[in-house]
Nanobody
Framework: QVQFVESGGGLVQPGGSLRLSCAASGIIFSIYAMGWYRQAPGKQRELVAAITRGGGSINYAESVKGRFTISRDNAKNMVYLQMNSLKPEDTAVYYC????????????????WGQGTQVTVSS
């Protein structure tokens, strides 16, 4: 069955960097668009970044543009999120998900989510 395992989170000071990884299994990874989402306490889950199956098109939330970079390795069934210049408002649990439709991916309406990885930005 489909499984996503997110890793790489942690505690970092404002201005610091983290690289998140998501290992996907149970899907033909190369035909799926991939997305990173986050959910802060008391807030709805939101899309942070999305990448098409070949990596030719990428979308970012306005709040992370210029700071975050999404990438993927289809040979390894992995998607990454490089996060630089982190701010306290980036604190959240980060998740990945997949969809053959890039449009559907941006909506993030899924029943299944992995365990996520906690990112805390604090001094």
């Amino acid at each position: 069955q489909v499984q996503f395992v997110e890793s790489g989170g942690g505690l970092v000071q404002p201005g610091g960097s983290l690289r998140l990884s998501c290992a996907a299994s149970g899907i033909i990874f190369s035909i799926y668009a991939m997305g990173w989402y986050r959910q802060a306490p008391g807030k709805q889950r939101e899309l942070v970044a999305a990448i098409t199956r070949g990596g030719g098109s990428i979308n970012y939330a306005e709040s992370v543009k210029g700071r975050f970079t999404i990438s993927r390795d289809n040979a390894k069934n992995m998607v990454y999120l490089q996060m630089n210049s982190l701010k306290p408002e980036d604190t959240a649990v980060y998740y990945c998900n997949a969809d053959p439709s890039f449009t559907r991916l941006t909506k993030g309406e899924y029943d299944y989510w992995g365990q996520g990885t906690q990112v805390t930005v604090s001094s």
